[in-house]
């Protein structure tokens, strides 16, 4: 799939120039489907939440597992009887293939799910995480220095966007989906995780590379064991939508305070609408 990025840089000629890159990638429902249907992990998946505690007195909770916790059973409530949540759990990060020798750069980007329990899915040689696709690496010569940041957060949205587009339709209203035990259920996959290190945190959540995707702490503040109050999904929205309908240096200026990439687009961002809980989501921060 070819993704053409339009710069601020002009030609001899005074036309704006532009790059087109590579984008390769799976059909995430097929690579759902995969995983589900895999015989190996039968006695490995589970279809629905589940509360576990360290003693029959139920006084403390276990949350080692996706099934336990408080998300889906939240998330559970909201579909109909008989559906299963299919908790979709992505992960990705630059990779260097060579040194001193073109400087070459693959941008993997792996899909587990969330019903197969953890050591299948951390573990590469149980097959547990499935490679997604590959991430356009852009040289962005066609940007200037000023804009060159935020082209490569838009870039990254943009291909985001358009790999999850097939799973949008599925996670508001289901899919038959074979499972392991050779039962059809209505299965809904949904974003509940990104893996990330720091700067993919940022990345995702359409933050500064010098400020933190998960609370409001100043840049010059991290580091100390501080409280600082969370980031809020709707205020962030709407930080945005501001910013995209004025254009104005007092929204920026309001933007660049809250630590987001001010040149990230309401409608680029694809976490704005991916919910991970009542308290939290993508935008907030990374769910690791």
């Not at 997604?132 to 940007?143: E, F, I, Q, R, T």
């Not at 995209?244 to 309001?254: N, R």
Request: hydrophobic share 35%.
């Amino acid at each position: 799939m070819s993704v053409i990025i339009e710069g601020d840089l002009e030609d001899s000629n005074g036309d704006s120039l532009s790059e087109v890159v590579e984008m390769w990638a799976w059909n995430p429902l097929e690579c759902i489907q995969e995983l589900l249907e895999n015989p190996l992990f039968e006695d490995h998946l589970k279809y629905k939440p589940q509360r576990t505690f360290t003693s029959a007195t139920r006084q403390c909770r276990v949350y080692d597992e996706m099934w336990n916790s408080d998300w889906w059973w939240e998330t559970q409530e909201k579909l109909p009887l008989g559906a299963t949540v299919i908790p979709v759990i992505l992960a990705s990060n630059k990779t260097a293939l060579t040194n001193f020798s073109g400087n070459k750069i693959a941008y993997p980007l792996y899909l587990t799910i969330g019903n197969l329990a953890k050591p299948y899915w951390r573990q590469p040689s149980l097959r547990g995480t499935v490679l997604l696709g590959y991430l356009p690496v852009p040289s962005l010569a066609c940007c200037s220095s000023k804009t060159r940041s935020a082209k490569n957060y838009e870039v990254f949205h943009r291909c985001m966007q358009k790999i999850l587009e097939l799973m949008k339709s599925a996670g508001r209203k289901g899919k038959p989906m074979l499972y392991a035990d050779k039962k059809i259920w209505r299965g809904y996959p949904i974003v509940a995780a990104y893996v990330a290190d720091q700067p993919e945190q940022c990345l995702v959540a359409c933050c500064l590379q010098n400020c933190c995707p998960q609370c409001k702490v100043a840049a010059d503040g991290r580091g100390h064991y501080a409280f600082h109050e969370p980031c809020q999904h709707a205020t962030t929205l709407n930080l945005m939508k501001q910013h995209e309908e004025l254009h104005s240096k007092a929204s920026y200026s309001t933007l660049h305070e809250a630590g987001i990439s001010f040149p990230v687009s309401h409608p680029t961002c694809f976490t704005k609408s991916i919910k991970v809980s009542s308290k939290t989501t993508l935008l907030d921060g990374v769910m690791l």
